[in-house]
């Protein structure tokens, strides 16, 4: 049986614990499987806040034939002058 599965490039779940991993940057976050909806509901909810925030925009990033959206803060009306 394959004790590790990876999920995506920086998730991985380990049967053996019951564990879900998640890298961020060098930095990993690690939870049972049961608590990976909670968390998933908290990031999401952040990811709509932000989107819906006035200080941030909302872009489309081009890289090669892929999209994404990336949320970046809100440049000053002073920058376009």
Not at 31 to 40: H, K, P
Not at 49 to 68: A, S, T, W, Y
Request: glycine letters at 2%; hydrophobic letters at 40%; charged letters at 35%.
């Amino acid at each position: 049986m394959k004790e590790k599965v990876d999920i995506s490039q920086n998730t991985w779940l380990d049967i053996e614990t019951g564990t879900i991993h998640i890298s961020i940057d060098r930095v990993t976050v690690s939870m049972i499987v049961e608590d990976f909806l909670d968390f998933f509901d908290d990031i999401d909810h952040a990811r709509i806040e932000l989107m819906k925030h006035p200080d941030f925009v909302v872009c489309i990033v081009e890289e090669g034939d892929d999209q994404r959206l990336q949320i970046l803060p809100r440049p000053d009306e002073d920058d376009y002058s």
